[in-house]
């Protein structure tokens, strides 16, 4: 049995007037789907690998806290992709052949949420740490934890959609998502930023109050900027608004995740 990691869009994106997004409360409502929209050849190629009874991590992607938020099972093995020439379908690919298929999917079954999601943010920080010296929160994992986690395709090659995941890196997210005791890093992100906001406001009336007995005494009035705090993406580097996001997979045939458009089986 292999172990594997898949990712989805958790939140709304319409493409071709379909929306896109597929949570681990979509994949709970459908318990199996079809796993359609891969048009990238090493994923592709990876699921041609799995088999039934394979065991998967369903990750959310492209969202503001990427991370581990399901366990699930591969219950059918690949088959030709036939949304792939269905010309209404978001991942529609004219090149394709029906008689010659390019693309293939599997079907996955939802086992179990996540006790505790497992961000994207927790896992780099663990992989940052040194191997001797686990983070106090999730010592639990110990030594050879930290090192699955670094070696883990997710924190070195984190873009592509359908990745491996090793035996010893399964047994630790596991540990992760049944025993919890870290605080969630976008509370955690959320309570700095409120209390930069405020030392902020602070620091502007201090200085202001500053200012105004400078003024009053001939000196000159003083600003202070606000700190503005960063929401950008775990998962991906900043890009200017008026660009389009990139496809997860970084390569000349990638396209987007995964996504939410067939109907349940």
Known sequence: MKHWLMKAEPESRIVKGKDVKFSVDDFESMKTTPWEGVRNAEA??????????????FYHSNCKNPGIAAFAEVSKEAYPDYTA??????????????????WYMVDLTLKARAEHFVSLALLKRIAASPSSEPPADVEYIGEEGVKAIKEMALINRGRLSVQRVEDEAWSVIEKLASTGGWEDEAVKKGKKSGSDKSNAVKKGQSSGMKAKTATKNGGEDSGVAGDIPDE????????????????????SEAQPLRRSTRTRK
Not at 44 to 57: C, F, I, S, T
Not at 85 to 100: F, R
């Open 44 to 57: 592709r190629n990876l699921m041609k690998e799995m088999q039934a009874g394979d065991r998967v991590l």
């Open 85 to 102: 020439w269905d010309s209404s379908h978001p991942y529609y690919d004219e090149k394709t052949d029906q008689e010659k298929p390019k």
């Open 232 to 251: 950008a993406r775990e998962d991906k580097p900043k890009k200017p608004a008026a660009k389009k996001r990139k496809a997860e997979d970084e390569t």
